[in-house]
Structures are given as structure tokens and as C-alpha cells.
């Protein structure tokens, strides 16, 4: 018999392992039996194993894995849409800090002739004083 189970279990107080443990929850994910909880052995060590639940009928055995299978596919589009978001915004954040970027190399060039013309002129003054006294 085949069976995985979810990354989370727990201990039922009550439930014994052969081995005396308290046996683990655990829950499968085979198309058998999706969903379904059974016991194991929390040490792996007398290999017991007990389903929790009842048998599920037949018609939750066909939705079931279909179901399983459909929200995964929306988790991975959901995923993969974020992705892409993110992606497209990081490009027009870069592309208006560019702009931004721009705009301010303009206004420092402008800035920096207008320096250099404010220093000419200071100059001349200076040579201007310096002449006429």
C-alpha cells in the first residue's frame, strides 16, 4: 500500500504504536485516498500503520484530485502573475528614476553655467574695482 502525507503531523493522545509511541496523525495524498488521515509509528520503528477516517466514497475519490490539481495550477498562476508583476513594476520604477535622473543632470548642467557665469561676473567686478580705484 503507497500512501504520502503532509508535511505536518500530530500526536493523538490515546493512539499506540506497537513500539508503545504515541502514533502519529498523518494525512495522504494519493489518488486512493486524498485527504484521508491514518496513524503511523512516530519513531518509523514497528512500522504500525491505522487509517483515522473512514473509507471515502467513490465520487470524493474522482473530485477530489481534480480539485487538488486545480488549485495548484491557480497557486502556480498566481505565482508566476506576481512574478511578473513585480518584474513590471521594478521596469517603470527603474524607467521613472531614469527620467527623474535626467531631469536632475539637466537642472545640475544649467546649475553649473550658471556658476561659471555668476564667478565670470564676479571676476570681471573684482578687475572692474581694481581698475577704476
Known amino acids: 500500500m503507497s500512501y504520502s502525507s503532509s508535511s505536518s503531523s500530530r500526536r493523538v493522545a490515546g493512539v499506540f504504536c506497537t ?30 500503520w491505522n487509517w483515522f477516517d473512514p473509507p471515502m466514497c467513490a465520487r470524493s475519490k474522482e473530485i477530489i484530485p481534480g480539485l487538488l490539481s486545480k488549485i495548484n495550477r491557480l497557486q502556480a498562476a498566481t505565482n508566476r502573475h506576481n512574478a511578473e508583476s513585480a518584474t513590471e513594476f521594478e521596469d517603470k520604477d527603474k524607467e521613472m528614476y531614469m527620467k527623474k535622473i535626467k531631469k536632475l543632470d539637466k537642472e545640475i548642467a544649467q546649475l553649473k553655467k550658471k556658476t561659471k557665469v555668476l564667478v565670470l561676473l564676479l571676476v570681471i567686478s573684482i578687475v572692474w574695482m581694481l581698475i577704476t580705484n
Not at 504515541?22 to 495522504?28: F, I, P
Open 19 to 48: 513500539c508503545g509511541e504515541v502514533a502519529r496523525l498523518q494525512t495522504s495524498w494519493t489518488t486512493n485516498n486524498p485527504g484521508r488521515r491514518y496513524f503511523d509509528c512516530a519513531q518509523n520503528g514497528c512500522r504500525f
